[in-house]
């Protein structure tokens, strides 16, 4: 089974960026919606961002104007970058992949993003 690996999660002082990927460790197609979540600790796992195979993208309200999700679909990957970064995001962050033709989806196994104050 295709496994989802995410890269670029690290520490970082606020006002700081980092740029996240996600792509498949094998061949795979179809694959439809990409998405970002977010875990802090305590806290319930949260959207972040969202982009269609067509490019249409969407963002939680506290990441607008500061995070840019994209994709390249040849490679199945998809990209957060992340600027001025707040302690507030500090978390655990997840991408998820949609294959919409088997009713499945996928999840990475997470990487930390740390903004130290």
């Known amino acids: 089974q295709v496994q989802w690996v995410e890269s670029g999660g690290g520490l970082v002082q606020a006002g700081g960026s980092l740029r996240l990927s996600c792509a498949p460790s094998g061949s795979i197609n179809s694959i439809n919606v990409m998405a970002w979540y977010r875990q802090a600790p305590g806290k319930q796992r949260e959207w972040v961002a969202r982009?269609?195979?067509?490019?249409?993208?969407g963002y939680a309200d506290s990441v607008k104007g500061r995070f840019t999700v994209s994709r390249d679909n040849a490679k199945n990957t998809v990209y957060l970058q992340m600027t001025s970064l707040k302690s507030e995001d500090t978390a655990v962050y997840y991408c998820?992949?949609?294959?919409?033709?088997?009713?499945?989806?996928?999840w990475g196994q997470g990487t930390q993003v740390t903004v130290s104050s």
């Open positions: 998820k992949a949609d294959q919409f033709t088997r009713g499945r989806e996928y």
């Open positions: 982009i269609s195979s067509a490019g249409i993208t």
